[in-house]
């Protein structure tokens, strides 16, 4: 079933076009928004959590549209957002920064219960007396993502929730973003090409605010299927050539004659889809 419908969602900011005519539709499981820095994911987020509107196009949330009042309550209460830094307030305790959540989103009855809720769904029982600046990175994403599951959402829209997560945090967050998108949809904005090899069901990159693939992540790989080789030296022309652990060099492009292929990953279709020009960083 549909529950998040964009059809050609466009906004400028003075001369930047940080979308151009954005059109998906999500159902349930996890979507990844690839893109490198810039490509818009952010705004496209921002635009379906009802923060921003958009300038042109049209968005419904659970067939709400958020251009009027009432649509746009009637998404809020049904969304769970966690934005990119979201503030915290050091003295808050890990309870408190979520209770407050859920008084900004109206949850009255049994509030204190579901605070406890959702601080459980997301492993930190342990920690819900301790101050969030005591609190690692990774322990802080957690308990935002807990506020973002306040009132059982059947929408949550998480903005890069891995970055700056080390190795196992990483995995810790990618398992409960597995386990959240299971009967909900969840759209995961990420520059790692390994969370959505890990975690999403399908794919949607992003760049210079269009959207240039749709689909499942397998099918991303396959872009560079016959396009990836490797070699003991690095080869001029390539799209681009890494050094790999074992000592040759991973290089995408078109390959010369005789060259080694190898099998592509998701960041290989990713890179190829890119071009030179916007090969992240
Ligand atoms: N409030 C704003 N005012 C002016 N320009 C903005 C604003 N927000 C975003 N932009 C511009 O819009 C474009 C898209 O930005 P956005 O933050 O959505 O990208 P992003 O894909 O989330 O990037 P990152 O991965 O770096 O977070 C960029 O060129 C950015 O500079």
Redesign the pocket.
């Known amino acids: 079933m549909t529950t998040v419908r964009a059809e050609g969602l466009s906004l400028r900011?003075?001369r930047?076009t940080?979308l151009d005519g954005v059109s998906f539709a999500l159902s349930d499981g996890v979507t990844g928004l690839l893109?490198?820095?810039?490509?818009?994911?952010?705004?496209?987020l921002r635009i379906l959590a009802t923060a921003i509107p958009a300038d042109a196009g049209a968005l419904h949330v659970l067939g709400n549209d958020p251009r009027g009042a009432a649509g746009r309550l009637a998404v809020r209460r049904r969304l769970g957002y966690l934005p990119?830094n979201q503030g915290f307030h050091p003295h808050f305790t890990a309870f408190e920064f979520v209770d407050y959540i859920a008084i900004l989103k109206e949850i009255v009855a049994g509030r204190h219960e579901e605070v406890r809720r959702v601080l459980h769904a997301v492993g930190l029982d342990a920690q819900r007396g301790k101050k969030m600046k005591a609190l690692s990175g990774g322990m802080r994403q957690r308990v935002g993502l807990a506020a973002a599951l306040l009132g059982d959402p059947a929408v949550v829209i998480l903005?890069?929730p891995t970055v700056g997560l080390d190795p196992e945090q990483r995995l810790r967050l990618r398992e409960l973003v597995a386990h959240i998108g299971e009967g909900r949809t969840v759209l995961l904005?990420t520059?790692q090409t390994e969370d959505v090899a890990s975690v999403c069901q399908r794919v949607i990159v992003?760049h210079q605010?269009r959207i240039r693939f749709d689909g499942e992540p397998s099918a991303l790989a396959a872009i560079a299927e016959g396009r990836v080789w490797s070699a003991p030296s690095k080869v001029d022309g390539a799209l681009a050539a890494w050094r790999t652990g074992g000592g040759d060099y991973h290089h995408i492009g078109v390959p010369p004659a005789g060259a080694r292929p190898v099998e592509p990953s998701i960041e290989d279709g990713y890179l190829l889809l890119l071009d030179s020009s916007g090969v992240p960083a």
């Open positions: 900011f003075g930047t940080a893109g490198p820095n810039g490509a818009g994911k952010t705004t496209l990119q903005d890069e904005s520059h992003l605010g």
